[in-house]
């Protein structure tokens, strides 16, 4: 009588030498995915480290004396300690005194309804391109999206032209307008991919409890929106905020400039103040960073919301 041992073959199991094999191929050696989040890492920090620097550089210049801008770099304040003593902030006092603060509210009286206003108007309309069912809607849809890729300076002059037709040239509401305008064929695109990828059954439920669209966009596709609202915010608030051409154009300078042209004044007829662009920079940075820091949670899921359905 003979006996025989179990095999693989018999006992359903696999060799041991051919299991670690399987097992080495399907997963990444510890040792090397460390490595590349460790690289990772140091990468992200360079890019942090450039970025910050010249801002920081920034700052450090001006809190320093006209007479040491001119004559050394920021970074001898480091190598030289005892210039921490000449630190001072008649830089700041010259830029306010120059009437900086009062651009500073014209700019928030700028920024602010042309912001409000494209983000209002553009949130019913991506809400009818998402949800309602209407002839010519995907052909109007890709026609605003279209939009996008349009220079601005191209309407520059003829919306100047009606500008002074109608005296509104100086006036807030020239800017206002000519922002919306600008800023509707982003915020049209960005808020309708969010809209369009909410699930069908909360519009649906609320239809057949009897709400209206009226009903459904403002108690339900708002609040629910709020990522998507709140990362054009973001866009809309700090291209406002920056931006030059259209309120050199259309506002001009006098009582009713803005911060950015107050900032290009600042310099002089001959470049000899521009030390004092530097504490200009950064009061004019003041409101961007709070509105940007208050509303970044919501940034990245808001612009990659719609991205991908499922």
Avoid at 131 to 144: A, H, K, Y
Avoid at 165 to 186: E, I
Wanted: charged letters at 10%; hydrophobic letters at 55%.
């Amino acid at each position: 009588m003979s006996t025989s041992l179990p095999t693989a073959q018999h006992t359903g199991t696999r060799p041991a030498g051919k299991e670690a094999e399987r097992g080495g191929r399907g997963t990444a050696p510890k040792g090397g995915l460390e490595g590349r989040r460790t690289v990772v890492k140091v990468v992200l920090f360079l890019i942090c480290l450039f970025w910050i620097v010249p801002a920081f550089g920034l700052l450090v210049t001006s809190f320093r004396p006209p007479d040491a801008v001119r004559t050394s770099g920021w970074w001898t304040l480091f190598v030289r300690p005892a210039e921490f003593a000449d630190m001072t902030l008649a830089n700041y006092q010259a830029v306010l005194d120059a009437g900086m603060g009062k651009s500073f509210v014209n700019s928030l009286v700028v920024a602010v309804p042309a912001t409000v206003i494209p983000i209002l108007a553009a949130a019913f309309a991506a809400y009818a391109f998402a949800w309602m069912r209407f002839p010519g809607r995907e052909t109007l849809f890709f026609c605003i999206v279209g939009l996008i890729v349009v220079p601005l300076q191209a309407s520059l002059v003829p919306l100047l032209q009606i500008y002074s037709r109608v005296g509104l040239t100086g006036q807030f509401a020239a800017l206002w307008l000519a922002h919306t305008g600008f800023g509707m064929p982003l915020a049209i695109y960005l808020l309708r991919n969010y809209m369009g990828s909410l699930p069908r059954e909360i519009l649906e439920s609320a239809k057949v409890d009897g709400a209206s669209h009226f009903q459904v966009f403002w108690k339900l596709m708002i609040p629910l929106s709020v990522p998507a609202l709140a990362a054009f915010a973001i866009f809309q608030f700090l291209w406002v905020w920056n931006d030059l051409l259209v309120a050199l154009i259309f506002l001009g300078s006098g009582d009713n400039q803005v911060v950015t042209i107050a900032l290009s004044e600042l310099i002089g007829s001959r470049g000899q103040d521009w030390h004092l662009l530097t504490a200009g920079a950064f009061i004019s940075m003041i409101i961007p960073l709070i509105v940007f820091f208050s509303l970044q949670r919501y940034f990245i899921r808001g612009l990659t919301a719609g991205s991908v359905k499922g």
